[in-house]
């Protein structure tokens, strides 16, 4: 989906989404197959917000389910403690850090099922699946690196207590973080090969 400005002939801008005018799509939208071509040209995109809405669900249940389970260190199992005591002893609160982990891995597994199947439609089998796995977390966990750099610059670098200002802050970051996730998804975990073929035949086209 590609979204840009034009200068029509009377000087004035005009929003428009793949060449086509917002108010041309709008229209088009109201009929059957308006929307189905609609989805068609923008299905990837379409999808890759759908099933990330079902992400930040996920994560959010996740996390409530598992603040119910492991309320204090007694309640953690001995393979899960280790998670809980490094947080301890960084001066972290692992009642909160150890359900965060746990709720960012399950997430990042449906992510990765979702987006792998339907979302990007990768075909690769075998070895490759395992690849993919581990360049897609890979790419999750440099994006969470992101993500608690630009909370860090924004809020605690600037000393802004402020409930709005954070919100607005966060909103900003995941933001950041959405369309950086879709950048790395396609163009580096799920790149298809005449994607790949097509940025090799731009390079050695003459400039």
Same mark, same amino acid.
């Given at each position: 989906?590609?979204?840009?400005?034009?200068?029509?002939?009377?000087?004035?801008?005009?929003?428009?989404?793949?060449?086509?005018?917002?108010?041309?799509?709008?229209?088009?939208?109201?009929?059957?197959?308006?929307?189905?071509?609609?989805?068609?040209?923008?299905?990837?995109?379409?999808?890759?917000?759908?099933?990330?809405?079902?992400?930040?669900? !996920?994560?959010?249940?996740?996390?409530?389910?598992?603040?119910?389970?492991?309320?204090?260190?007694?309640?953690?199992?001995?393979?899960?403690?280790?998670?809980?005591?490094?947080?301890?002893?960084?001066?972290?609160?692992?009642?909160?850090?150890?359900?965060?982990?746990?709720?960012?891995?399950?997430?990042?597994?449906?992510?990765?099922?979702?987006?792998?199947?339907?979302?990007?439609?990768?075909?690769?089998?075998?070895?490759?699946?395992?690849?993919?796995?581990?360049?897609?977390?890979?790419?999750?966990?440099?994006?969470?690196?992101?993500? !608690?750099?630009?909370?860090?610059?924004?809020?605690?670098?600037?000393?802004?207590?402020?409930?709005?200002?954070?919100?607005?802050?966060?909103?900003?970051?995941?933001?950041?973080?959405?369309?950086?996730?879709? !950048?790395?998804?396609?163009?580096?975990?799920?790149?298809?090969?005449?994607?790949?073929?097509?940025?090799?035949?731009?390079?050695?086209?003459?400039?």
């Amino acid at each position: 989906m590609l979204i840009y400005k034009k200068r029509n002939k009377f000087g004035d801008d005009e929003l428009k989404i793949k060449g086509k005018e917002v108010g041309e799509i709008m229209k088009s939208l109201k009929t059957r197959d308006g929307r189905r071509d609609f989805f068609r040209e923008n299905r990837e995109i379409i999808l890759y917000i759908i099933f990330g809405a079902g992400t930040t669900l !996920i994560s959010m249940a996740s996390y409530a389910l598992f603040r119910v389970l492991f309320p204090t260190a007694e309640s953690v199992p001995a393979w899960l403690s280790w998670i809980y005591e490094l947080t301890r002893n960084l001066g972290a609160d692992g009642n909160t850090i150890l359900p965060n982990v746990l709720s960012w891995i399950c997430a990042n597994i449906f992510a990765f099922i979702t987006n792998r199947i339907i979302v990007f439609r990768s075909g690769k089998k075998g070895f490759f699946v395992v690849l993919e796995a581990l360049k897609f977390f890979a790419s999750r966990l440099f994006t969470l690196a992101c993500d !608690i750099l630009i909370m860090y610059l924004l809020v605690d670098l600037t000393g802004i207590r402020n409930f709005f200002y954070e919100a607005a802050a966060k909103i900003f970051s995941t933001v950041v973080v959405l369309v950086l996730n879709y !950048i790395l998804s396609k163009l580096f975990v799920f790149r298809k090969k005449k994607e790949i073929n097509s940025a090799k035949s731009n390079e050695d086209t003459p400039k």
